[in-house]
């Protein structure tokens, strides 16, 4: 299969992303941010949907640009059909039923967890195969998904434990937010956590069955333990925000390790991949390699560009689906959750 040229959309939130791949190997990439969401502390849906209105267009023509093509070159189009917000997935599906009537050409649907999985897949040049052997565990850890993923193959993912309550994601920010530190949080706990001692406080750490996880119970203590230290020192937030972000992250990733760990010794694959936006916190690679090195696991970290939501994810994806003839019928209509079993 040669001179496969697909053009994949990401519309799920609030980034608008379109990027082109040619035999599995990224030509462009291109990614519109929506800043108008910091002054609410969070993505608000419908804000998210004009936008993306607004960027769609010129977005698409810029990723055709830069990969150097003509857009009657592209083979089919692939777009993320959901989870995520309706609004916002509605302006990317819309688009690519118009792209692909326009130019005569398949549309294929795509899985926006999945996607984020098969992102280790990505060529960034020809000769560049650095993506893990089927099987592999997989750590999907995001604002809005918190989960492993045992991944027989591009088509076959079973979800073994996931949150039943929130995102690890989301309790950083969340936790960041009454802090006052700003949106997104996570990021910002990132670098402040570099700075702090990450045994400065203790914060509590769920109980829960199997391999899934809990961050409910690590927010409640976390809000506590700043209301309690505010009634004695109203100062105590900016006094201690290095130490209090630096113990935030080390529960978490504490928690998210453990069950991760539990998992790859009970399946006995030693492939391990990480994969969503936090797997661009510092703190988790580091643990990773700790335990590539202490444990013998072959990890799999995936460049920063291809942790949050991007369209190459989604356009790799569709690669994989296009050699199977998986096309889908124009009048697919967008979701906005999935059940466990994601593939």
Not at 166 to 175: I, T, V
Not at 186 to 197: K, T
Not at 231 to 252: G, I, N, R, Y
Not at 315 to 334: E, H, V
């Amino acid at each position: 299969m040669s001179n496969v040229t697909i053009l994949g959309i990401e519309s799920s939130c609030d980034d608008t992303s379109c990027a082109v791949i040619r035999d599995g190997v990224l030509l462009s990439n291109v990614i519109a941010s929506q800043a108008v969401h910091e002054a609410y502390g969070g993505v608000v849906p419908e804000l998210a949907s004009r936008a993306h209105q607004q960027n769609i267009v010129p977005v698409v023509s810029e990723a055709i640009r830069r990969a150097g093509i003509h857009r009657s070159e592209l083979t089919a189009v692939a777009f993320t059909r959901g989870p995520g917000l309706l609004g916002s997935l509605l302006v990317g599906t819309s688009f690519a039923k118009g792209l692909a009537i326009s130019l005569g050409i398949p549309m294929i649907e795509v899985n926006h967890l999945q996607a984020h999985v098969l992102a280790h897949f990505i060529k960034q040049s020809p000769d560049d195969n650095a993506h893990p052997a089927f099987p592999f565990i997989c750590l999907l850890v995001s604002g809005g998904n918190s989960q492993i993923i045992r991944v027989e193959a591009y088509d076959r993912m079973e979800v073994i434990g996931q949150t039943i309550d929130d995102a690890a994601g989301e309790a950083f920010d969340k936790c960041a937010k009454v802090m006052g530190l700003g949106y997104p949080g996570g990021p910002i706990v990132n670098r402040l956590a570099n700075e702090g001692n990450p045994r400065a406080f203790t914060f509590s750490k769920p109980h829960v069955p199997g391999y899934d996880y809990s961050f409910s119970g690590l927010k409640t203590s976390f809000l506590y333990t700043l209301r309690d230290a505010l009634k004695d020192d109203p100062d105590f937030v900016e006094k201690h925000k290095a130490d209090l972000c630096a113990s935030l992250q080390a529960t978490v990733i504490d928690i998210l390790m453990d069950k991760l760990r539990r998992a790859v010794a009970d399946t006995g694959i030693r492939e391990v991949a990480v994969a969503g936006g936090v797997s661009a916190n510092s703190g988790l690679r580091d643990a990773f390699r700790d335990h590539a090195e202490r444990l013998g696991w072959n990890i799999f970290l995936p460049p920063n560009a291809f942790t949050t939501d991007n369209a190459a994810m989604v356009a790799m994806t569709g690669y994989f689906k296009y050699a199977d003839g998986l096309f889908c019928a124009m009048d697919a209509a967008p979701y906005a959750r999935v059940t466990s079993t994601i593939c």
